[in-house]
């Protein structure tokens, strides 16, 4: 009496690799959370609408933030840049124009309070980049950073 095959699967010897989870800490979570509301108190202090509002972490795994929005018309404008939980980092703010030389306004974040600037701006987009201290392997401590642009 002959015997069929079982078809058994084979046997693959290469270990299947998931992609790292990143870890989450839920008191650096919830620390966080606390800082970004009191980055919304600081950065809303400022009155009027908002032309560009960004906020971002400023260690962890993902952090930073870049930015743009729409001048809708040449004038004066009001920059306020704060940040929660560390020290050292800086917003840029600018626009490029053809023929004229790129000089963003930079705020350096000392993280006791907001600080403002202001600037003029032509019709046209206006970019916010949050510079970041040191490298991009600082530990997370749930400190953020944030800008808002208004007239």
Not at 69 to 85: D, I, K, L, M, N
């Amino acid at each position: 009496m002959a015997t069929e095959p079982v078809n058994t699967p084979a046997f693959d010897p290469t270990p299947v690799t998931a992609s790292p989870q990143a870890y989450i800490d839920p008191l650096i979570l919830e620390r966080e959370v606390r800082n970004y509301a009191e980055l919304d108190r600081l950065l809303k202090a400022v009155p009027g609408p908002a032309l560009l509002f960004e906020e971002g972490p400023l260690d962890g795994p993902v952090r930073g933030f870049g930015t743009m929005a729409e001048v809708p018309a040449a004038g004066q404008y009001t920059v306020t840049a704060a940040c929660v939980g560390a020290t050292g980092a800086k917003v840029s703010v600018g626009q490029e124009h053809p023929g004229a030389p790129f000089q963003p306004v930079e705020l350096a974040l000392n993280c006791a309070g907001a600080t403002s600037q202001d600037i003029t701006l032509e019709q046209g987009y206006i970019f916010a980049h949050l510079v970041l201290p040191g490298p991009g392997d600082t530990p997370w401590t749930g400190a953020v950073g944030g800008v808002r642009v208004t007239e």
